[in-house]
């Protein structure tokens, strides 16, 4: 199993641009998430999604930002314009949800993208 | 969710226990508890989770207080490779979404 795959690790945009990051689940697996992480504010939950459909979207910080997911093996996180502010590390974490205790499931993290605004 | 309570850091010695603590007062009846650590530049890792009964893996134990208030994470010969931030974390059973706090960020010293 390859694990969960994230493209690009590493990304330098200026600010103003569009940026897509995407991501790759472990196959079979029914929850994906996308989290960020900055030195001040840690790892923050953006939004997860259970096959395919988007749970909950509380953590998305405004409208710049969307995600999709078209099908069960590849989701995208969009930031439009990006924004110094937006500098981050992005990960990705896939789950497989146990039908009768979907908590149970631990995340599976990717190696995530570092995104650098300029 | 419900929170969680580590202290900022730790160190420990190279080939000793290390007995990570984790409170979670407001923890309720149908919360897992998870612990993940994230080593340097890496995405965070799943270590071991656990509903009431302490649990063992190949990585580590996991204690759980009787009244599943507080739990340790008990690494047996701490590695110079454990060095990392390590998460303790409450899965509810209402939503999947699992929110981080701050973690343990553990020294190991040779």
């Known amino acids: 199993d390859a694990g969960v795959i994230q493209s690009p690790r590493h990304e330098v945009t200026e600010m103003g641009q569009e940026v897509t990051l995407r991501c790759k689940p472990i196959?079979?697996?029914?929850?994906l998430f996308w989290y960020r992480q900055t030195m001040m504010r840690g790892l923050e939950l953006l939004i997860y999604?259970?096959?395919?459909?988007?749970?909950?979207d509380s953590g998305m910080p405004e409208d710049r930002f969307s995600a999709k997911m078209p099908n069960a093996s590849f989701s995208t996180l969009k930031i439009q314009p990006s924004e110094p502010r937006d500098s981050a590390v992005y990960f990705c974490a896939s789950s497989l949800a146990l039908i009768r205790r979907p908590t149970d499931s631990p995340l599976h993290f990717g190696n995530g993208t570092r995104l650098t605004v300029t | 969710d419900a929170k969680t309570t580590q202290p900022n850091s730790m160190e420990s010695n190279e080939e000793e226990p290390v007995h990570l603590p984790c409170n979670h007062s407001?923890?309720?009846?149908?919360?897992?508890i998870h612990w993940y650590r994230q080593l340097p530049s890496q995405g965070p890792e799943y270590v071991i989770h656990g509903l009431t009964s302490n649990v063992n893996n190949r990585m580590a134990s996991l204690a759980i207080a009787e009244d599943r208030k507080s739990s340790t994470l008990i690494l047996h010969r701490a590695t110079l490779r454990d060095a990392a931030v390590y998460y303790c974390i409450l899965r509810d059973g209402l939503g999947l979404g699992m929110r981080f706090g701050a973690g343990t960020r553990l020294t190991v010293k040779p």
């Open positions: 196959s079979g697996h029914d929850y």
């Open positions: 999604f259970n096959n395919n459909v988007p749970i909950d």
């Open positions: 407001t923890i309720s009846g149908t919360d897992y």
